[in-house]
């Protein structure tokens, strides 16, 4: 799998859109990890079919169920919510968003 979009959305903070379980999303992705012998990221869902949702939070996505990659130009901020010191990280991230 070519990871390229999301090591570039990673590294310039820039949202990336995908496609997930038939619904189209819109991430702020801040980290790059494996678990259980496959690849994911978390991120702050943006928008999910064109809607805000109703609360922030970090949701970690498979990248075998995410398609159709594309980064945008809408960039992002670090999310007060995402916690890079959280232990399922340890040893495991592949590529992770630069503190501020």
Known sequence: MDNSSILEAIALRHCLEAQYNKLALVLAPHV??????SYFI???????????????????YNLAGLTGLKVLEQAFDIHPLFNRMDPKYRDNTLFMIDAD
Do not use: C, F, M, Q
């Not at 991120?43 to 109703?54: C, K, L, Y």
């Open 32 to 37: 790059l990890y494996k678990r259980n012998d």
């Open 42 to 60: 978390d991120a702050i869902t943006i928008s999910r079919d064109g809607a805000e949702p109703r609360e922030a939070k970090v949701g970690s």
